[in-house]
């Protein structure tokens, strides 16, 4: 069966990185866009950024437009999100997403930015 499991959460001050991954397995993880999401209480789930089947299009929120990376390995069925710069409003759960019949979600992974 499908399943997304992101890792690296945490805590970091202000201004400071973190990288994200979610591996994937149970489909054909080259042949689809993949997405992270992030979601504070309260709050709509936000498209934070999307990168193509074969990574050669990306596309991000302008609230981290020039501060987050999407990547993906496609040998290693994971999808990368490196975030530099880091503020306390990029505070959420983060999430990764896949549509392939249905819309399919990691059970996401807490970014805290704090100092």
């Known amino acids: 069966q499908v399943q997304l499991v992101e890792s690296g959460g945490g805590l970091v001050q202000p201004g400071g990185s973190l990288r994200l991954s979610c591996a994937a397995s149970?489909?054909?993880?080259?042949?689809?866009?993949m997405n992270w999401y992030r979601q504070t209480p309260g709050k709509e789930r936000e498209l934070v950024a999307y990168i193509s089947s074969t990574g050669g299009i990306t596309s991000y929120a302008d609230s981290v437009k020039g501060r987050f990376t999407i990547s993906r390995d496609n040998a290693k069925n994971t999808v990368s999100l490196q975030m530099n710069s880091l503020k306390p409003e990029d505070t959420a759960v983060y999430y990764c997403k896949v549509t392939l019949s249905r819309v399919y979600w990691g059970q996401g992974t807490q970014v805290t930015v704090s100092s």
């Open positions: 149970g489909f054909t993880f080259s042949s689809y866009t």
